[in-house]
């Protein structure tokens, strides 16, 4: 079961129309992202958009740690 989220516009007076997609928390702390993280999106189809996380931190499974003397 996926996450249902609703798309939300917001008219300016002066300059473009903004669109919000707001990720609920569990979907944000499970990705880990972070606050001012920049993303880019990728439109695949009509129907199925892909989100990139050119600098994502890496996943604590993916930190080499160190072994102690």
Sequence with gaps: MGYPTKVQRITRARGPDQW??????AIAE?????????????ILDRTLLQLRRPEAPPASGDVKKKPRP
């Design 30 to 42: 499970a990705a880990g992202f972070q606050k001012g993280e920049r993303v880019e999106w990728e």
């Design 20 to 25: 919000y997609i707001n990720f609920p928390t």
